[in-house]
């Protein structure tokens, strides 16, 4: 098939599944990739171009017989969007190693092993991987002791991929999102919460997951052909400005 073919990880819901949206939207075949099978194929239901491929990608034998089944379908890979990740929040003192080892295990040892399976895939194509980070890779917050850290790595780990595959035409970037208005979001963020964000992000609000799917599908195109080893903050500014009193907005 000479459609340009995407593996996105993490694709039953929230963020994975926007990106496989707009990637079928822009005219490629999606490979979507979860180990939450049932979510999986309820997401996938009805999609023409996007089959859903069960995969826990912290295991390595999962990752080398999901990238098998993909490459034998679709012939070839052309982006590679590792977004499946944990999230824990909890204090240092309360972070178990057992705790620790599981979110690194999906949120960093999925992006190396996932990576490192496809690339020769994407050194055919001259393809791009676009890691999903967050902001909390970028800035230290309160208790984010595995997943801040964890997402760190990630960040390092792009550019990582980005100094050594470029050499094949292979672009590596990195998105990081800030808040954004998923179910889970909505589920645990107290009204008390949503503010404070608000008041700490110049755009005031939350991003939606169409608007992080937008920053990856770019990445992943031709029209970032020249962009690698990058971070993208998608976070309303988030990052930006630092450790600035919004309260001194009013003055």
Not at 22 to 50: F, K, N, P, T, Y
Not at 173 to 197: E, M, W
Not at 198 to 218: C, K, M, Q, S, W
């Amino acid at each position: 098939m000479d459609m340009k073919a995407a593996i996105v990880t993490g694709a039953a819901r929230g963020i994975g599944l926007a990106t496989t949206q707009l990637l079928l939207a822009e005219g490629w075949q999606v490979a979507m990739i979860d180990r939450d099978s049932a979510a999986l194929l309820a997401a996938a239901e009805g999609l023409e171009h996007g089959f859903p491929v069960v995969c826990d990608v912290s295991v390595p034998e999962q990752v080398n017989a999901m990238t098998a089944e993909v490459t034998a379908r679709c012939g070839r890979v052309d982006a590679l969007v590792n977004n499946a990740g944990v999230a824990d929040f909890r204090p240092l003192a309360d972070t178990d190693f057992a705790t620790w080892r599981e979110v690194m295990a999906t949120n960093l040892d999925g992006v190396f092993l996932t990576s490192q399976a496809v690339a020769p895939h994407l050194k055919a194509t001259r393809g791009a991987i676009v890691n999903i980070a967050s902001i909390s890779g970028l800035r230290a917050s309160t208790l984010r002791v595995a997943y801040g850290t964890s997402k760190a790595a990630v960040i390092h780990l792009t550019r990582q991929q980005a100094a050594e595959l470029g050499e094949w035409g292979v672009r590596a970037n990195c998105v990081a999102p800030g808040p954004v208005d998923t179910k889970l979001a909505l589920a645990v963020h107290s009204p008390a919460i949503r503010a404070a964000y608000h008041d700490a992000i110049p755009l005031n609000r939350y991003g939606t997951e169409r608007e992080i799917a937008e920053a990856i599908v770019f990445l992943c195109s031709e029209r970032a052909s020249y962009l690698t080893g990058q971070v993208i903050a998608v976070d309303g500014g988030f990052d930006a400005v630092g450790v600035g009193l919004p309260a001194l907005r009013t003055l």
